[in-house]
């Protein structure tokens, strides 16, 4: 059975789950309202605000677009798929690297590895499912001398999710150590290597692929056409039309990055060393380019030219930061570079502070920690005890990269370890094959996990869920369709379910509060919100009028009582209406 058959069989088997309920985890809930707000002609980071880059609500907004907003099977179709293209490229490294058995069950590893959580951290189709593909396409490319291609993977990945540019310590390590060997995949030595005719290509023609595609993409945002908070041109496809754009940039860039300019000998060789002196000298004896001077194995000898690493080093950098820097650039043209900075960058200082809340920030650490060393431990066991820091230093930094990535804002939230899992199943697998453990060893536990974390994810409660269906129920039968509605809490599934339209271009609390997981009461309040946003909101709501309010902050810190600004409109316009739980209804009283 081919490998890529293999591992989609594993990959429906253990990730099944998914498709038992419509939303995991709240993410899912606000990616799906806010792909709804995308395809009724609002813009991202105008008519609707997230601090997350904008592919993931891009690729809702699209599959919405394609088959409905009224059903979610085609996004969770695509979680799967992102899980089996992460195997799937895990698996063309690893062979590459330890050979076709470790190939094959590095792809199957990390399948079983990443169920290995609680269940609506590993089921839900959120940001940390669609980073992984990119931010391991990045490592492969970089190990093939793909460099400005690897650049462009890692803004894909950071684009996904801030965390995923994290790639980019590794890949531009990779870049400096080959070119400073004159290797590359390719063959970057010298600064140049062969096109299919023969001749020489430089460098920088090399690195342009991350430019076309990249500029392409900031030019066809130009063309849209302004950057307001309003519809877009082409209205309801907003959505849609933007990923199509970025696919198109992205395949600009790959056409160039990967084209047929490289020679066939030399992409399989991976390691075509041609001394720039010989070339320019026509293969003087004793140089590289004479081929009755190669070395034993076929690799020719490089020549000693005075600062050509340094050079190489330089040039292989260059082609990394092209390829990652400027799909930013084109994204930002795209979407408004101001809106877009704020809210991906700048605006998210009070998020990310690390004040405060350190007890439970390193508690939810621990936690999850632990259930992902117990879940994949023949991994971590054999990347420990099979460790070889200067063979595999690539793979050690990303892993390190990675783990920066998770701790970034300290909120420790499960979903976050996925993006420890493909350098640790690499280093797990190289330990294996190093004869830390036995496959047989390995293959057994992985078993045994996928078991029990496929059984979890079958029983896993769904209380929360069917409290907030029932909310909808009752919001559908008191209002109209259309009517606008406020949610007052970090779940707003409720619009979704609900479906009525949001009276606010924010969709949670925290945006309004600095309220999140493990944050310190002390640190929540209007005090603490993102800069302009009260003025912004009371603009909504005076607009929106909105009929009903939902708070659904039960008792947390940012409850009503605690939101001065927010209790006063309550009390000034609303009336109870009922309560469902610790959810209270209000009805607007004045008309």
């Given at each position: 059975m081919?490998?890529?058959?293999l591992?989609a069989?594993?990959?429906?088997?253990?990730h099944?789950?998914?498709?038992?309920?419509a939303?995991?985890?709240?993410?899912?809930?606000?990616?799906?309202?806010?792909?709804?707000?995308?395809?009724?002609?609002a813009?991202?980071?105008?008519?609707?605000?997230d601090?997350?880059p904008?592919?993931v609500?891009?690729?809702?907004?699209?599959?919405?677009q394609?088959?409905?907003?009224?059903t979610?099977w085609p996004?969770?179709?695509?979680?799967v798929a992102?899980?089996?293209?992460t195997?799937?490229?895990l698996?063309?490294f690893?062979?590459?690297r330890?050979?076709p058995t470790?190939?094959?069950?590095?792809?199957?590893?990390y399948?079983?590895?990443s169920?290995?959580?609680?269940?609506p951290?590993?089921?839900?189709?959120?940001?940390?499912?669609?980073?992984?593909?990119?931010?391991v396409?990045a490592?492969?490319?970089?190990d093939?001398?793909?460099?400005?291609?690897?650049?462009f993977?890692?803004?894909?990945?950071a684009?996904?999710?801030?965390?995923?540019?994290a790639v980019?310590?590794?890949?531009?390590?990779?870049a400096?150590?080959?070119?400073?060997?004159?290797?590359?995949g390719?063959?970057?030595?010298?600064?140049?290597r062969?096109?299919?005719?023969?001749?020489?290509v430089?460098?920088?023609?090399?690195?342009?692929?991350?430019?076309?595609?990249?500029?392409g993409l900031?030019?066809l945002g130009?063309?849209r056409?302004?950057?307001?908070?309003?519809?877009?041109s082409?209205?309801?496809a907003?959505?849609?039309?933007?990923?199509g754009?970025?696919?198109?940039g992205g395949?600009a860039?790959?056409a160039?990055?990967?084209?047929?300019?490289?020679?066939?000998?030399?992409?399989?060789?991976?390691?075509a060393?041609?001394?720039?002196?010989g070339?320019?000298?026509?293969?003087?004896?004793?140089?590289a380019?004479d081929?009755?001077?190669?070395?034993?194995?076929?690799?020719?000898?490089?020549?000693?030219?005075p600062?050509?690493?340094t050079r190489l080093?330089?040039?292989?950098v260059?082609?990394?930061l092209?390829?990652?820097i400027?799909?930013?650039?084109?994204?930002?043209?795209?979407?408004?570079?101001?809106?877009?900075?704020?809210w991906?960058?700048?605006?998210?200082g009070?998020y990310?502070?690390?004040?405060?809340?350190?007890?439970?920030?390193?508690?939810?650490?621990s936690?999850?920690?632990a259930?992902?060393?117990?879940?994949?431990?023949?991994?971590?066991?054999?990347?420990w005890?099979?460790?070889?820091?200067r063979?595999?230093?690539?793979?050690?930094l990303?892993l390190?990269a990675?783990a920066?990535?998770?701790?970034?804002?300290?909120?420790?939230?499960?979903?976050?370890?996925?993006q420890?899992?493909?350098?640790?199943?690499l280093l797990?697998?190289?330990?294996?094959?190093?004869?830390?453990?036995?496959?047989?060893t390995?293959?057994?536990?992985?078993a045994?996990?996928?078991?029990v974390?496929?059984?979890?994810a079958?029983?896993?409660?769904?209380v929360?869920?069917?409290h907030?269906?029932?909310?909808?129920?009752?919001?559908?039968?008191?209002?109209?369709?259309?009517?606008?509605l406020?949610?007052?809490?970090m779940n707003?599934?409720?619009y979704?379910?609900?479906?009525?339209?949001?009276?606010?271009?924010?969709l949670t609390?925290?945006?309004?509060?600095?309220?999140?997981?493990g944050?310190?009461?002390?640190q929540?309040?209007?005090?603490?919100?993102?800069?302009?946003?009260?003025?912004?909101f009371?603009?909504?709501?005076?607009r929106?009028?909105?009929?009903?309010?939902?708070d659904?902050?039960?008792n947390a810190?940012?409850?009503?009582?605690?939101?001065?600004r927010?209790?006063?409109?309550?009390?000034?316009?609303?009336r109870?209406?009922?309560?469902?739980?610790?959810?209270v209804?209000?009805?607007r009283i004045?008309?």
């Amino acid at each position: 059975m081919p490998t890529a058959v293999l591992l989609a069989v594993v990959a429906v088997i253990t990730h099944v789950a998914v498709f038992q309920r419509a939303f995991w985890n709240p993410d899912e809930g606000f990616l799906a309202t806010q792909a709804r707000i995308l395809g009724d002609g609002a813009q991202l980071y105008g008519g609707v605000v997230d601090r997350k880059p904008p592919v993931v609500p891009c690729l809702y907004a699209a599959a919405f677009q394609l088959f409905g907003s009224g059903t979610l099977w085609p996004v969770k179709v695509l979680a799967v798929a992102a899980h089996l293209a992460t195997a799937v490229l895990l698996a063309v490294f690893a062979r590459r690297r330890f050979g076709p058995t470790a190939g094959l069950m590095a792809g199957v590893l990390y399948l079983v590895a990443s169920i290995g959580l609680a269940p609506p951290d590993a089921m839900a189709a959120n940001f940390e499912t669609f980073m992984l593909p990119a931010s391991v396409a990045a490592i492969v490319l970089a190990d093939r001398g793909r460099f400005a291609a690897a650049g462009f993977a890692a803004a894909v990945a950071a684009l996904t999710k801030q965390s995923g540019g994290a790639v980019v310590l590794p890949v531009l390590w990779v870049a400096v150590m080959a070119a400073g060997k004159g290797l590359g995949g390719g063959g970057v030595a010298g600064g140049r290597r062969r096109d299919r005719g023969g001749r020489w290509v430089p460098w920088w023609r090399r690195c342009r692929g991350g430019a076309v595609g990249a500029v392409g993409l900031g030019a066809l945002g130009l063309r849209r056409g302004g950057a307001g908070g309003g519809a877009a041109s082409g209205g309801k496809a907003w959505g849609g039309v933007l990923l199509g754009r970025a696919v198109a940039g992205g395949v600009a860039l790959n056409a160039a990055a990967f084209g047929g300019s490289v020679a066939r000998d030399e992409i399989a060789s991976g390691h075509a060393a041609w001394g720039v002196a010989g070339r320019r000298g026509g293969g003087a004896p004793g140089v590289a380019g004479d081929d009755s001077n190669a070395a034993p194995g076929g690799r020719a000898v490089r020549g000693r030219v005075p600062g050509a690493a340094t050079r190489l080093r330089l040039q292989a950098v260059a082609c990394v930061l092209l390829g990652a820097i400027v799909p930013w650039v084109g994204v930002a043209l795209l979407l408004g570079a101001g809106r877009f900075v704020f809210w991906v960058v700048t605006g998210s200082g009070g998020y990310l502070s690390l004040e405060g809340g350190w007890l439970w920030a390193v508690a939810r650490a621990s936690g999850n920690l632990a259930i992902v060393a117990a879940a994949g431990l023949p991994l971590v066991w054999a990347a420990w005890r099979g460790r070889r820091f200067r063979a595999d230093a690539d793979l050690w930094l990303w892993l390190a990269a990675s783990a920066i990535g998770v701790a970034a804002g300290t909120r420790f939230f499960g979903h976050y370890f996925l993006q420890l899992l493909p350098p640790l199943v690499l280093l797990g697998v190289a330990g294996v094959v190093r004869g830390a453990l036995r496959w047989r060893t390995v293959a057994g536990y992985a078993a045994l996990s996928a078991t029990v974390f496929v059984y979890l994810a079958a029983t896993w409660p769904q209380v929360r869920l069917d409290h907030i269906r029932g909310v909808a129920a009752t919001v559908r039968a008191e209002t109209r369709p259309g009517e606008p509605l406020l949610v007052w809490g970090m779940n707003p599934a409720v619009y979704y379910f609900a479906e009525r339209p949001p009276a606010t271009r924010f969709l949670t609390a925290g945006f309004l509060t600095n309220f999140a997981g493990g944050r310190p009461d002390s640190q929540v309040g209007e005090a603490y919100a993102v800069p302009g946003s009260w003025a912004q909101f009371t603009e909504d709501l005076t607009r929106t009028r909105p009929e009903l309010v939902i708070d659904d902050s039960g008792n947390a810190a940012y409850r009503p009582d605690r939101i001065p600004r927010l209790d006063q409109f309550l009390k000034a316009h609303y009336r109870e209406l009922e309560r469902q739980g610790a959810t209270v209804i209000y009805r607007r009283i004045d008309p």
